[in-house]
């Protein structure tokens, strides 16, 4: 088994599957819902999405943006810093009480590139744009909080 330790650098939700994300400092997460008012939190198997820095990073490298694309044009629920999500599902992600399992790989969709030209492509290798997950158990999770994933 290995295990990784990061950091959740920032967190959003959506009320809506294409309104805009609304940024948290803490968010109540159940097994039932997700994220606490997040329109997406219901969906089996997708009910939290992660995104690393890491692979954001690597996706802004080869896009080489002419203007700062923040981390939240991906409208994913959880932006880490510490975590290799690439190839991830089945694995653990533990973040205060909170249990995650990883179910997949997060396919960027047409929405990436109305954030800025060419994100979509970007995102796609490697599984830059981040994984699903479901609730094992619910909590708390903030900004700040440390994150660990163990890989079977």
Known sequence: MTTQT?????????????????????ASISVEGGI?????????????????????????????????VSWSARRANIFVDGLDLYESAGARVTIGDVELEVMSETDPCEVMDKAYPGLRAALTPGWRGGCRTRVVKGGVVKVGDRVTMERG
Do not use: F, H
Not at 42 to 67: C, F, H, Y
């Open 36 to 68: 606490e008012g997040d329109a997406r939190g219901g969906i089996k198997n997708a009910q939290i999405t992660l995104v690393s820095k890491q692979a954001w990073d690597a996706a802004m490298a080869e896009l080489q943006p002419t203007r700062e």
């Open 6 to 26: 990061g950091t959740v650098l920032d967190m959003q939700r959506k009320a809506a599957p294409r309104a805009e994300p609304e940024k948290l400092a803490t």
